[in-house]
């Protein structure tokens, strides 16, 4: 961390918020008398809250206790397959009455920080795969509340911290716009692209069938069956995701088992 403005200091998360991990769901609580609605690690995306898939378990008055949400507590995802996604955070606000949250999740409660200013440095930190680095495990990184409690954060006086938030506002919201009109403009570039080759390709001769005039073949289809198989080769093959608006993205290219003959049929020139 670079060094600080004066009356700024260092401290973990534990020193200025309590970091608790949510209940674990089991099949036990499928069902039963206090059913309530929770947060999941699906519900917290990079933009925010996703609240329009919300699950509910059996809680005991006493874990409802624990476990319910406060307006301002930043929830955290907790773990991942991809370390990228590790650490994301967003603010709940009391959208949802007694509304608790599983254990795919982290609360960071504080008195001392203010929740936007909490979310915007962890969200900064897990942008730049910071969080990531900090969790543990193969296959699924987990954070952990004993890994987050831990880690460190710049504290700032009340004020700055409150101009800080603002700055962040205005500069995410001048991105969103960005980003509104890129899409925009995307729209009107597949519109204009569509209308010049419907002008390009009209004909007032006569129309015949495509495979009068060209060799069409459909794709290999991919399944559990090719793996495993002896005469099976790895070919590179092409995707959906591969064909773009008049041209081919050839950056991720997949490999996957397939028979000669097959090969042979999809090659140029197969009859």
Same mark, same amino acid.
């Given at each position: 961390?670079? #060094? ?15 970091? /608790?991990?949510?209940? #674990? /769901? ?7 008398? +206090? ?6 690690? *699906? ?5 925010? $809250?996703? $609240? ?5 378990? +059996? ?38 009455d007694d509304c608790c949250f599983q +254990?795919?999740?982290l609360r960071v409660r504080s008195s ?11 969200? !900064?930190? *897990? =942008?730049?795969?910071?969080? !990531?680095? *900090? ?22 006086? *009340?004020?700055?911290?409150? /101009? ?8 995410? &919201? ?5 980003? /509104? ?5 995307? #729209?009107?570039?597949? $519109?204009?692209?569509?209308?010049? $080759? ?16 060209? @060799? ?7 399944? &559990?069956?090719? #793996?495993?198989?002896? &005469? ?5 093959? =092409?995707?959906?995701? +591969? ?11 997949? @490999?996957d088992p397939c028979p000669a003959r ?10």
């Amino acid at each position: 961390m670079t #060094q600080l403005p004066r009356r700024w200091v260092v401290a973990t998360l534990a020193d200025v918020a309590g970091v /608790r991990l949510g209940r #674990q /769901r089991s099949p036990k609580n499928h069902s039963g008398p +206090n059913m309530r609605p929770y947060l999941r690690a *699906a519900n917290v995306t990079w933009a925010g $809250l996703d $609240l329009t898939d919300i699950k509910e378990m +059996n809680f005991s008055e006493d874990e409802v206790v624990t476990y319910r949400l406060a307006p301002g507590d930043v929830v955290v995802a907790e773990a991942s397959g991809s370390r990228s996604e590790v650490g994301k955070p967003a603010i709940w606000r009391g959208e949802i009455d007694d509304c608790c949250f599983q +254990n795919t999740l982290l609360r960071v409660r504080s008195s001392i920080l203010s929740p936007e200013y909490i979310r915007y440095y962890l969200l !900064g930190e *897990a =942008l730049r795969g910071r969080l !990531g680095d *900090a969790a543990r495990g193969v296959g699924i990184h987990h954070l952990g509340a004993a890994g987050l409690s831990v880690y460190p954060i710049p504290v700032a006086p *009340a004020a700055e911290q409150e /101009r800080i938030v603002v700055a962040s506002d205005e500069q995410f &919201s001048r991105l969103d716009d960005a980003e /509104r009109l890129l899409r925009s403009a995307r #729209q009107r570039l597949a $519109l204009l692209r569509a209308t010049v $080759l419907d002008a390009v390709t009209r004909s007032e001769g006569d129309s015949i069938p495509l495979g009068e005039i060209a @060799n069409v073949v459909g794709g290999v289809t991919k399944d &559990s069956k090719r #793996q495993g198989v002896p &005469s099976h080769v790895e070919v590179p093959y =092409l995707r959906v995701a +591969n064909v773009q608006r008049g041209f081919l993205d050839l950056r991720q290219i997949t @490999n996957d088992p397939c028979p000669a003959r097959e090969g042979e049929d999809a090659a140029p020139g197969a009859r």
